[in-house]
């Protein structure tokens, strides 16, 4: 397996989410590459995969090992070092990257402060230096980051063989699907002509059904806003009641339903608050239909 890609591990100091970011010239690249464990590290592994790295890396990062150390380990104990290449960084933010020297050129990495860039069949070497800047550069979460990284170095011609597919994955503790795993953004686009800026559209939608809302779209849940969902929920088929504002157990079940409907239910909340993107989505669901007809 030749995944010749290019690739960005990170750490984010402030939020402790760790994350993988790569594209490629090859089917399905996030099947291969990237490999994460909330509260100890993150892993690319490429170049005639050693998918191994993968678990082990973070079996030994876990032990408390420097991701350098564990480098050395992973490739002493590999045969078939000279063909592979990896990054790592751990939940300190200290990175470290390995480039064997049979790898296809353009091959090579970058290591800085919270992260490693690598690559190879790359345009060239300005390739992992956009990467690299770009991710140093830029602010926002840490998926925006690694997507800056990505869009970075494509500009510089990227896999010199072109675009085929993208993967995005950051972990911190308990931020999956309800809270029970590490897995807090797993988007992958395994094969499309522009890859990343599929990833980046994906990861948009992501936010809009399961990032935490941000303060200015919590208002409390008035009588006025009960009345303006009634009318949509009536327009959009899930409430016969009056639209008249009052609580009531069959808005209740017609709201919950909708929510769950379309795919909402991580922004029904438990205080007196409510998520304006839950009307805004409504409002947008009830204009297309109406254009549809």
């Not at 085929?164 to 931020?175: C, D, F, I, N, T």
Request: proline share 4%; glycine share 10%; net charge neutral.
């Amino acid at each position: 397996m030749r995944t010749s890609t290019f690739s960005i591990v990170a750490y984010d100091l402030g939020t402790g989410e760790l994350g993988v970011a790569a594209q490629s010239k090859f089917l399905a690249v996030g099947a291969a590459v990237p490999w994460a464990k909330a509260g100890v590290g993150a892993v690319a592994t490429q170049s005639y995969a050693n998918t191994t790295y993968g678990p082990e890396g973070l079996k030994l990062l876990a032990e408390g090992l420097h991701p350098q150390e564990v480098l050395e380990r992973l490739t002493a104990a590999d045969p078939g070092r000279d063909l592979r290449q990896a990054g790592i960084v751990d939940a300190k933010g200290r990175a470290a990257a390995f480039t064997g020297a049979k790898c296809l050129p353009w091959a090579g990495h970058l290591v800085g402060e919270n992260f490693a860039c690598q690559g190879n069949i790359l345009a060239s070497g300005k390739v992992v230096e956009a990467m690299a800047e770009a991710f140093a550069k830029s602010r926002g979460t840490l998926a925006e980051r690694l997507l800056s990284a990505l869009f970075s170095a494509q500009r510089e011609g990227g896999d010199r063989r072109g675009q085929q597919s993208a993967v995005l994955l950051v972990v911190k503790e308990k931020g999956g699907y309800g809270g029970f795993n590490d897995r807090y953004i797993d988007l992958r686009v395994d094969d499309h002509p522009r890859p990343i800026e599929e990833l980046k559209r994906i990861y948009e939608l992501h936010q809009l059904y399961f990032a935490p809302p941000k303060p200015e779209e919590l208002v409390p849940f008035t009588e006025d806003l009960r009345r303006e969902l009634q009318k949509l929920l009536i327009s959009l088929g899930y409430f016969k009641g009056e639209a008249d504002g009052k609580p009531s157990k069959e808005f209740d079940e017609a709201f919950f339903n909708f929510c769950g409907t379309e795919n909402l239910e991580e922004h029904l909340r438990k205080d007196d608050k409510f998520d304006l993107r839950i009307l805004r989505y409504m409002e947008g669901l009830v204009k297309e239909r109406a254009w549809r007809g």
